[in-house]
């Protein structure tokens, strides 16, 4: 009885499972993107959208990139860009007091006071800093009521001790700082030119608020970095 070969067909190559993702049609993938991004309770990051499609990081990216550009045009009420981290839906600041007219009729927001805000921006830019730092900054004693009520709504939280006599707590902002302003990261965190540049009248209401808090500490000409200033006296 003769020898005979027999043959199998070649494994697929290990790219096949993504050239399949890939031909999924696109205006598909948007969708899926869409909805997702829109269903989140926190921005979700490439990541985490990489992991649920299941697609290519530069795929995923690309269709990102269609997507905001797909929100930018007129007759869109909302848009979508990067923030925290992650993606979210926006409304655009053309509807901003018609949304907030809606919002305030609905339930209350959150409101902060002015020391809070203070205290909010002398830690966005200083972080970590402790309470006495943050006093010295603001020119008058940094009340601990203030500071349990940022860390209650989860815009700061404790950064460790400072390695110095009594070990005081560091305080620093938190994700939902950025999401709450809608800044994508702390570089995002504008400067008193850049400021006044835009004009507060572009900005909304929380986003004002923090920036007349900036300008009255005195915060806005640099970036977050750790240093302690020089008080500027007694509030009025």
């Known amino acids: 009885m003769s020898d005979s070969v027999v043959t199998f067909p070649a494994p697929a190559a290990p790219s096949q499972a993504v050239l399949e993702e890939q031909d999924v049609p696109r205006a598909q993938r948007l969708g899926v993107l869409e909805a997702i991004i829109f ?85 966005a830019y200083r972080q970590p800093i402790t309470i006495p730092e943050i006093g010295a900054i603001r020119g008058v004693s940094a009340p601990g009521g203030v500071i349990h009520r940022l860390l209650r709504h989860k815009l700061i939280t404790p950064a460790g001790r400072k390695k110095v006599i009594g070990r005081p707590m560091r305080y620093k902002t938190t994700k939902e700082f950025l999401i709450h302003f809608g800044l994508n990261d702390l570089s995002d965190l504008p400067t008193m030119k850049e400021m006044e540049d ?30 302690t200033t020089t008080p500027r006296g007694s509030e009025d």
Do not use: W
């Not at 990541?47 to 990216?61: F, S």
């Open 39 to 123: 269903a989140a309770e926190t921005p979700p990051t490439v990541a985490q959208l990489v992991t649920a499609i299941d697609l290519p990081e530069e795929v995923l990216r690309k269709d990102l990139e269609i997507l905001c550009e797909s929100y930018r045009g007129e007759g869109r009420g909302v848009e979508i860009r990067p923030v925290g981290g992650g993606y979210r839906m926006f409304t655009k600041a053309e509807h901003h007091e018609a949304v907030k007219r809606f919002a305030n009729s609905v339930k209350p927001r959150l409101r902060l006071s002015r020391a809070a805000l203070e205290t909010l921006a002398i830690v």
């Open 198 to 227: 835009l004009g507060l009248a572009a900005l909304n209401e929380d986003v004002q608020a923090a920036a007349k808090a900036i300008a009255r500490t005195g915060l806005g000409g640099s970036k977050t970095e750790s240093s």
